[in-house]
């Protein structure tokens, strides 16, 4: 039987190591590497649709695409933590909802502040941005 040179176990060795290296340059992911990122973002998705205060059908709804045992065990871990830290879920500040399209409804400062714009005078209407003449203060004509 004969025996290899040690260089050349070491070169194939070093080559064959390298092949997820050159594969990744590539764009080409194994099946094991696509899979594990897939279940990394459906649980990012997930953890994040729980601390947003989403309903889990919600968030399959919202991410068709993504994994949902994935989505589903981001959502539980996220619920868990939340619990135990006691914290509240982070509404979201968007100005319309992504599902149904009505308008999402205003922060309670905001609801506040405006109840109370009744009671105030209108604001001054600002002046108009032409420039003025600088000895008689009056617009030039254009």
Same mark, same amino acid.
């Given at each position: 039987?004969?025996r290899? @040179?040690?260089?050349?176990v070491?070169?194939a060795?070093?080559?064959? #190591?390298?092949?997820?290296? *050159?594969?990744?340059?590539?764009? *080409? $992911?194994?099946? $094991? +590497? ?9 649980? /990012? *998705? ?5 601390? #947003?205060?989403?309903? *889990? $059908?919600?968030?399959?709804?919202? !991410? +068709? =695409?993504?994994? +949902? ?9 996220? !619920? ?11 509404? @979201?500040q968007?100005g319309? =909802?992504?599902?149904?399209? $009505? @308008?999402?409804?205003? &922060?309670?400062e ?10 105030? &005078?209108?604001?001054?209407?600002? %002046?108009? /941005?032409?420039?003025?003449?600088? %000895?008689?203060?009056? @617009?030039?004509?254009?």
């Amino acid at each position: 039987m004969p025996r290899l @040179p040690l260089a050349a176990v070491v070169l194939a060795t070093v080559l064959l #190591a390298g092949c997820d290296m *050159i594969g990744g340059a590539l764009g *080409i $992911e194994s099946p $094991e +590497k696509v899979a594990a990122m897939r279940e990394a973002d459906g649980k /990012a *998705i997930g953890g994040a649709c729980r601390s #947003a205060g989403r309903a *889990i $059908e919600d968030c399959f709804t919202l !991410n +068709k =695409r993504a994994d +949902k045992a994935a989505m589903f065990a981001g959502w539980r871990d996220m !619920n868990d933590y939340m619990r135990e830290n006691k914290l509240d879920p982070v509404l @979201p500040q968007l100005g319309t =909802r992504v599902v149904t399209g $009505e @308008p999402a409804a205003a &922060p309670a400062e905001t609801q506040d502040a405006a109840a109370g714009t009744a009671d105030k &005078p209108a604001a001054k209407p600002v %002046e108009s /941005a032409k420039p003025h003449h600088a %000895e008689s203060g009056k @617009p030039h004509a254009s």
